[in-house]
């Protein structure tokens, strides 16, 4: 995906199994656990590009997120937060080819940032 496109979008639930029927039910999402990543419902839209995950609810993630491709995390951290961003969470990896990262924009908006490859299947 080129910089800047919508690659994930994290929905944060408390009960995995009743929104894994949910937005299966009501979208058609297909909805699964990837190895490596229990715990943590990945789903896909039907278009296949879309994609996300359905993330564990907690402390300061209770909004959907989106994640944004970008070519460099460090680079674009480095000129959201000269443009008045806080970094809620410094880069950190996903596997040895990916990482991601999430800043608070000006207005208070959590805003992901995704580096590496991306599957053609949209679970990035």
Not at 18 to 24: D, K, P, R
């Amino acid at each position: 995906m080129p910089h800047g496109d919508i690659t994930h979008i994290d929905i944060p639930v408390a009960d995995h199994a009743a929104a894994t029927s949910f937005y299966g039910d009501l979208f058609g999402w297909q909805i699964a656990e990837i190895p490596g990543f229990e715990g943590y419902p990945m789903w896909q839209a039907p278009n296949k590009i879309s994609g996300g995950g359905l993330a564990p609810r907690g402390e300061g993630f209770t909004q959907p997120r989106s994640y944004v491709e970008v070519d460099s995390i460090d680079d674009v951290l480095a000129q959201a937060t000269e443009r008045g961003a806080r970094v809620t969470m410094e880069k950190s990896p996903i596997s040895e080819t990916s990482w991601f990262a999430v800043f608070e924009d000006p207005d208070g908006n959590a805003i992901g940032l995704y580096e590496g490859v991306t599957e053609t299947s949209g679970n990035g």
